[in-house]
């Protein structure tokens, strides 16, 4: 309680926090609290969920609240109704010492008259949904105009669902002199867009990296073949007796789907997606919540503000669309400091998606063997027999005992053991006394040739230039020289900031030019776009490539870059780095430049030079 102390905090909301068995503030916390207790600063925090942030912003703020004043004073948008429930709960126990103080929660799919009503009777701090708010505020049942501060909580789903306008009015509606909080675990550029405008003299505050995901999560993947899958997902769900878990699919019938088969397959589960109602959806999060479901099969946007602690594992039974998805799903485990687990089953052709999703997250994925039936019918064996040896005796059991051991008095120890564990699985034994090897062994070599690749990539394309010369020249083949190309160049606004790679670059153009075998000449990564040549045969129609693609939630905008560059090359020479540039292979200076610049040149298709097809974070609106 000390450290709570030390940050500001005091008398009835310590002890509201207390019942509750927070002892030290965790990071957030730490450096949330101050700033919202004793400055006028707004904030910018990058938190994931399952950090505190609740607390970060909720118990300062109860503290500064003025309880004699029958107004509002604090507002909080969260993105769903169950977020918004949460965080009302939340306040309603950090605010147990303090029953003046009025928390009252308003949002879609519930009765808007008794929310009325509600309000009528004057609430201090408002949770809200921006769509149930705006409503609330054009039939002038809510005042806001005595707002002090303004939580946007998870704002980034919050623009991910649409809100974007409803943010607007509902900020505009609140006095210019609030304070404004906003939390978020991923900072896209819409995001950043918000703070600009809505924000003063913001303080950034971060206890993570730009979306990335929390340290106490890490990220496995399995690889199989597309038909395996969901057999893959069953027997990892079979070797984790103790998994409570969330499997994140891409659509409702997928949701329907492995749910029915799971069920089948003997596993405690249900589906959470958009075609339930709101009563049906609160049935299976009440019995999620209270563990009578393992696991839950949902989709992206059915799971969004989902609150459940204590989560063992993320499945990603499909590798989501984009990166902030897959920032959103793993960050749903290893929350509040505790250890979780993210897996991704994949096959061959997203292994290029995921060293995306490396990229993004800044941690490595490590290739885990689906689990064959003897570990699997282990892991099960063995957590059922820690459960007994944790079980104490009944002392009801008394009055039967006599009987059952003289039932198997004829037994040894060992043939009880047998006896019991074959009627308790000997289904699970029979299933998976010979199953087949789900995994895809990659043919030897393939791993080391991407290695080779990768590596060749970071060298720069000097060192490989030099060496493919030399190795053509030696095999009599034709060598690749720039001066057969005249190309044109083209901006992309994408860049080095928003996780771009040359990599990616690739991928949108193989997925989607209408011509093949298109020369692709200098890819340069700049920090918030991207140039890159193509050769001008190709040129015609290739703007079509980016139309209705965007990149990690941003549209792409393509544009021919007409500079001194291009003018130049259509004399027949470039210039771009100073003039000199003559043939490639002599072109020392230019390539270390371009190096620097994260450049890279390829051939649409040619893997060789480390640029696989499939566009994993890129999507077609
Ligand atoms: P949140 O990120 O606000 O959803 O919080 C995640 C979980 O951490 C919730 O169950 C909180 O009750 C819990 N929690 C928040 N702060 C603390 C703390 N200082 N000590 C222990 N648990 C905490």
């Not at 978020?184 to 819409?190: D, I, K, L, V, Y």
């Not at 490989?464 to 190795?471: T, W």
């Not at 918030?528 to 129609?541: A, Q, S």
């Not at 020392?588 to 974070?617: A, Q």
Request: aromatic residues 8%; glycine residues 8%; charged residues 35%.
């Amino acid at each position: 309680m000390e450290k709570f102390t030390e940050l500001g905090l005091r008398g009835e909301i310590l002890k509201g926090i207390q019942d509750l068995g927070f002892e030290v503030p965790t990071p957030v916390q730490e450096k949330v609290i101050p700033v919202i207790l004793e400055e006028e600063n707004d904030l910018v925090a990058l938190a994931q969920t399952g950090t505190g942030k609740t607390a970060a912003f909720g118990l300062p703020l109860l503290q500064k609240l003025d309880a004699s004043r029958k107004e509002t004073q604090v507002l909080i948008l969260s993105p769903t109704r169950e977020l918004c429930v949460q965080i009302g709960k939340d306040l309603q126990n950090y605010a147990k010492y303090c029953p003046e103080i009025k928390v009252t929660c308003v949002y879609g799919g519930a009765d808007i008259r008794r929310q009325i009503r509600e309000l009528e009777k004057g609430v201090h701090v408002l949770v809200a949904t921006p769509g149930r708010l705006c409503d609330l505020i054009k039939r002038q049942a809510v005042n806001i105009d005595a707002v002090k501060s303004v939580v946007l909580d998870e704002a980034d789903e919050m623009l991910n669902m649409g809100f974007k306008e409803d943010l607007n009015f509902i900020l505009d509606e609140t006095p210019e002199t609030r304070n404004t909080y906003l939390f978020s675990a991923t900072m896209p550029r819409e995001v950043e867009r918000i703070a600009k405008n809505y924000l003063h003299d913001a303080k950034e505050i971060s206890t993570g990296k730009k979306n990335q995901g929390a340290d106490t999560v890490s990220h496995e993947y399995y690889m199989v073949k597309a038909k395996d899958c969901y057999e893959t997902l069953h027997r990892i769900v079979d070797c984790a007796p103790d998994m409570y878990a969330i499997i994140f699919v891409r659509t409702k019938v997928d949701a329907r789907d492995i749910t029915k088969k799971l069920q089948k397959d003997g596993i405690d589960c249900d589906a959470l997606h958009g075609d339930l109602s709101q009563s049906q959806r609160d049935d299976v999060m009440e019995r999620f919540r209270a563990k009578r479901l393992k696991v839950l099969v949902a989709t992206d946007v059915a799971a969004r503000g989902l609150d459940v602690d204590n989560l063992t594992h993320v499945i990603n039974y499909n590798l989501p669309e984009d990166v902030e998805s897959y920032t959103h799903r793993s960050g749903r485990t290893g929350r509040a400091g505790k250890e979780g687990i993210s897996v991704a089953i994949i096959h061959s052709k997203e292994k290029s998606k995921l060293r995306r999703i490396e990229n993004i997250i800044k941690k490595k994925f490590q290739y885990r063997e689906v689990p064959g039936g003897e570990e699997v019918c282990r892991a099960q064996l063995l957590f059922y027999a820690d459960k007994i040896m944790a079980t104490e005796p009944k002392e009801t059991m008394d009055k039967f005992q006599q009987e059952l051991f003289e039932r198997f008095e004829m037994l040894s120890k060992e043939e009880v053991i047998q006896k019991v564990v074959s009627f308790e699985f000997g289904k699970l034994l029979k299933k998976y006394a010979s199953v087949e090897d789900l995994n895809l062994h990659e043919p030897e070599g393939r791993e080391k040739r991407e290695k080779k690749g990768r590596r060749e990539e970071r060298e720069g394309r000097e060192g490989r230039e030099g060496r493919e010369g030399r190795e053509g020249r030696r095999r009599g083949e034709r060598r690749f020289d720039d001066d057969e190309y005249d190309y044109t160049t083209f901006s992309v606004n994408v860049g080095r900031e928003d996780g771009f790679t040359p990599r990616d670059l690739m991928a949108i153009i193989n997925d989607n030019s209408p011509r093949k075998g298109l020369q692709i000449g200098s890819i340069r990564i700049f920090e918030n776009n991207t140039k890159f040549e193509v050769d001008v045969r190709g040129v015609h129609g290739f703007a079509s490539c980016f139309r209705n693609i965007s990149f990690n939630g941003l549209p792409f905008t393509l544009t021919e870059v007409k500079d001194r560059y291009n003018r130049e090359r259509d004399g027949g020479r470039s210039r771009e780095f100073g003039g000199g540039r003559k043939k490639s292979g002599s072109g020392k200076w230019r390539s270390e430049k371009r190096r620097n610049e994260g450049s890279t040149r390829g051939r649409f298709g040619e893997k060789k030079r480390g640029v696989e097809g499939g566009n994993g974070r890129s999507r077609k609106k």
